[in-house]
């Protein structure tokens, strides 16, 4: 019976460890994403910022210029891709961490059934707690 808790006790660690794990899985996944996210609009604002300014402007500072803004939305395009594969995995992470939640309660639930079961047995077999019982009819006891 003791070892039945004992056992019950070590999954209850290992689970725990589990899902802090899964845990840490999704706040890195979530920092791509963001990270990702941060970039890509940066390269908007970059983008923006390459607006022709009224004025003067030379063919090949225009040209320069349209250059530059084809090149930043092209890389934005490219974030796009990289972005949705970011959000794919922060879903399948908080999946895999919200089993690994009902993993551990599940162990934690079996942990304390044991513990309960043991005291039990304990105080069954505590000296105290033997019943006494009567022989036949007449009441008498043993």
């Known amino acids: 019976m003791k070892a039945l808790v004992k ?8 689970r725990r460890v589990q899902h802090l794990q899964a845990q840490a899985v ?13 970039s890509s609009d940066r390269l908007q604002l970059l983008r923006e ?32 891709d990289a972005i949705v594969g970011a959000r794919a995995a922060v879903d399948k992470s908080a999946a895999l961490r919200l089993e690994a939640r009902i993993r551990q309660e599940s162990a934690e639930r079996l942990g304390e059934k044991a513990a309960r079961a ?4 304990r105080e069954r077999r ?4 033997v019943r006494r019982r009567t022989l036949g009819s007449e009441g008498k006891t043993a």
């Not at 505590?126 to 707690?129: I, L, R, T």
Request: hydrophobic share 50%; glycine share 10%.
């Open 7 to 14: 056992r019950r006790e070590r999954i209850v660690r290992v």
């Open 49 to 80: 910022s390459l607006a022709v300014a009224p004025g003067g402007l030379s063919g090949a500072a225009f040209v320069n210029a349209a250059e530059m803004a084809m090149r930043l939305e092209s890389a934005r395009a490219g974030l796009t």
């Open 118 to 121: 043991l005291e039990a047995y």
């Open 26 to 38: 999704v706040a890195q996944a979530e920092g791509r994403l963001a990270s990702l996210e941060t």
């Open 126 to 129: 505590a000296p105290g707690a």
